[in-house]
């Protein structure tokens, strides 16, 4: 149930969007107006914007760590050495997609597979999109194969339809809750929006 408190968001992708929503809804407040969606280039070029715009009302900002730092504080102060009050600004190492590993026990329900088969220690991954498309392709249901996994001669890093069967996951079966005990970057997100929602 919302408190009230409205949260804008600004994120690299579709993916992280869904994520950042249903962590503010986690927190009890209300998704605002989510920016960015054009990679972590274009946050980069805007974050200034963004943390200015958090000096009136609370914000989120979720990059990826990916291979850009060995860990998230000295990212955090490249970006924004002296954020605003109201800005979480959040690393999520090194995927969004750890977050979501993290959540072991449904997620291996989601795609058709062992829980053995999903990693302890997701943050440790050094690329997370890849170990999901390898759970992916274990998957005992061929539609999660066909939409996750990439095709041999297609070229890319991901199946069709691997973006929209996560936003599903995430929107219908993800425990943020109990992710988070797997996952420290995701224990601090859920942290500094637990603070946005309760100082408003």
């Known amino acids: 149930m919302s408190n ?6 600004a994120v690299e992708g579709l993916l992280d ?15 605002g107006d989510v920016h960015g969606r054009q990679g972590k280039t274009f946050l980069r070029q805007r974050i200034a914007g963004y943390n200015h715009a958090a000096r ?22 490249a970006w924004i050495p002296a954020p605003s009050a109201q800005l ?16 072991r026990e449904r997620l291996a329900e989601f795609l058709s597979v062992a829980r053995s088969r999903l990693p ?10 890849v170990e999901m498309v390898n759970v992916a392709r274990g998957s005992h249901r061929r539609a999660v194969r066909d939409d996750m996994v990439p095709r041999p001669e297609g070229g890319r890093a991901v199946g069709p339809a691997y973006s929209s069967q ?4 995430i929107t219908s079966h993800w425990r943020p809750a109990q992710a988070a005990e ?6 601090r997100a859920i942290a500094c929006l637990r603070r946005l929602a309760a100082a408003v």
């Open 4 to 9: 009230g408190v409205v949260i804008s968001a």
């Open 17 to 31: 969007e869904a994520a950042v929503r249903k962590l503010i809804t986690h927190v009890g407040a209300t998704p």
């Open 56 to 77: 009136h009302a609370p914000w989120i900002v979720l990059v990826d760590l990916d291979r850009t730092a060995d860990c998230a504080p000295p990212l955090r102060a």
């Open 88 to 103: 979480c600004f959040r690393v999520a190492v090194r995927k969004v997609e750890a977050w979501l590993l993290a959540d």
């Open 120 to 129: 302890h220690d997701p943050e440790q991954l050094d690329d997370p999109k």
């Open 166 to 169: 996560l936003i599903e996951f």
């Open 182 to 187: 797997c996952s420290d970057s995701l224990r």
